[in-house]
């Protein structure tokens, strides 16, 4: 079964990649799908979000059943047209809990065929975001313990 991973990635945290690689280990293929929306004004642009999670698949090159993908509109329009019934979202404390009950119902308002199944974080990742990523990064602080090598290299790039 194909899974659909949506999100900003803005960036890709190390939250972010321990739900691609569980989620690999679960279906047959996973859809990480980044959006594009005009509404978000993203600090990098999707092409460098794409960038991002294609370094971050070779760095972890066990990882073989992962495609990236840009999303624009709906995110069941993307789901239908991709032929995935089934979208997965991290969860991490009570606080994503109301946002993401959110999107899930409006979604199955818009689509009855499409499920929002949740995962629950890694202990280690509860904190993060990539909000406060970028808060750090901004200000140089230390981000290793919260993205994959790249980003914090091209984190490095953009704020040296
Ligand atoms: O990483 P994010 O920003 O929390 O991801 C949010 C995302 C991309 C899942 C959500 O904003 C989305 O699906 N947007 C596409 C527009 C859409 O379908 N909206 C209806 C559900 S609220």
Wanted: aromatic share 10%; hydrophobic share 40%; with cysteine.
């Amino acid at each position: 079964m194909k899974v659909v991973y949506p999100g900003s990635f803005d960036p890709p945290t190390n939250g972010h990649l321990d739900i691609i690689k569980r989620a690999s280990n679960l279906f047959d293929e996973v859809i990480v799908a980044v959006l594009q929306n005009k509404s978000k004004s993203p600090m990098f642009t999707a092409e460098e979000r794409i960038e991002m999670l294609y370094n971050i698949l070779e760095e972890n090159s066990n990882i073989e059943n992962v495609k990236i993908y840009k999303f624009e509109g709906l995110l069941v329009d993307f789901c239908i047209q991709i032929n995935s019934k089934v979208v997965i979202r991290g969860l991490r404390a009570v606080t994503d809990f109301e946002y993401e009950f959110q999107i899930a119902l409006t979604n199955r308002i818009m689509s009855k065929d499409i499920e929002t199944l949740f995962i629950p974080t890694d202990t280690n990742n509860l904190w993060l975001s990539s909000s406060i990523v970028k808060e750090i990064a901004i200000f140089n602080g230390e981000v290793d313990n919260m993205v994959p090598a790249c980003v914090k290299q091209k984190l490095k790039q953009k704020f040296s």
